[in-house]
């Protein structure tokens, strides 16, 4: 009985420990927040991070823009999430059904998110921010991937280096 017991306790741990691995942490917000991207890509960023990067600035940064957002007189089309231990990882959602259903209009909400980065303080103290996209700015604050979604049936992750 003792051995049944202890044989119990220690497949629950396994199970507990694997459970909780980096890969099922990675993939814990797929079917949550969007379904499993099918398709990913390697953005190389113009910039570095930001020493003083940390998961207090994204979490900031997220918080305002939702502030902006609640501010505005129409609802919005989008939400932005900072997920993972250190916040480092954003899920950008379309709340609004069809408005970004392809590929090419979720990018097409990237490139108009980077003209609103372009008019942030950290891109003006920038040398060149006309340069720089929305991406260069989630790699300063220390941003390591962001999925982009329509928010019912396509996700698209970009890794950022």
């Not at 890969?23 to 079917?31: L, P, T, V, W, Y």
């Not at 020493?51 to 089309?77: C, H, M």
């Not at 998110?113 to 060149?128: G, K, S, W």
């Amino acid at each position: 009985m003792k051995h049944l017991s202890f044989s119990v306790i220690l497949i629950s741990l396994i199970a507990i420990a694997v459970g909780s691995s980096p890969a099922s942490a990675q993939n814990k917000h797929e079917g949550y927040y969007y379904p499993t991207p099918s398709s990913t890509e390697t953005y190389v960023a113009r910039v570095d991070t930001l020493p003083e990067a940390s998961r207090r600035t994204r979490i900031a940064f997220v918080t305002g823009l939702t502030a902006q957002q609640a501010r505005a007189t129409y609802a919005p089309s989008y939400h932005l999430f900072a997920k993972g231990e250190n916040s480092q990882k954003f899920i950008l959602v379309s709340v609004e059904t069809g408005r970004y259903a392809t590929l090419y209009q979720l990018r097409a909400l990237l490139a108009a998110m980077t003209a609103l980065a372009r008019n942030t303080p950290i891109f003006q103290d920038h040398a060149m921010p006309e340069n720089l996209t929305f991406l260069d700015l989630c790699k300063l604050m220390g941003v390591t991937e962001l999925v982009v979604s329509d928010g019912a049936a396509l996700a698209h992750r970009i890794r950022i280096q």
